[in-house]
């Protein structure tokens, strides 16, 4: 059984940073394309980081680059999202997912699998 359990939200005040972090298992995660996408209230989800199987190559949304950073460890099945200076527009339930499909990894519909969520809120 696929499963993808974010950690790491919280409340931070603009400015901070967060690490999120998203366990992996059911599948051989080493051959996964892994993502983080973002979906605040009465907004679409939106693609914000992707990393290819073995982090060589990353992918950014406009509004994070420089700002956010995605890394794996294959041999934890854990993907990481390390965000620095927060920004109030960052808050969102962010999303980790993972997909087979080495293309086109901006498009949420380009995943398979999707894990349940994590609360990031920026607040003073």
């Known amino acids: 059984q696929v499963q993808l359990v974010e950690s790491g939200g919280g409340l931070v005040q603009p400015g901070g940073s967060l690490r999120l972090s998203c366990a992996a298992s059911?599948?051989?995660?080493?051959?996964?394309?892994l993502g983080w996408f973002r979906q605040a209230p009465g907004k679409e989800r939106e693609f914000v980081a992707a990393?290819?199987?073995?982090?060589?190559?990353?992918y950014y949304g406009d509004s994070v680059k420089g700002r956010f950073t995605i890394s794996r460890d294959n041999a934890k099945n854990t993907v990481y999202l390390q965000m620095n200076n927060l920004k109030p527009e960052d808050t969102a339930a962010f999303y980790c997912?993972?997909?087979?499909?080495?293309?086109?990894?901006?498009?949420?519909?380009?995943?398979?699998?999707w894990g349940q969520g994590t609360q990031v809120t920026v607040s003073s």
């Open positions: 997912a993972a997909t087979t499909n080495g293309r086109a990894v901006r498009t949420r519909l380009s995943y398979d699998y």
């Open positions: 059911g599948f051989t995660f080493s051959r996964m394309t």
């Open positions: 990393s290819n199987w073995n982090g060589d190559n990353t």
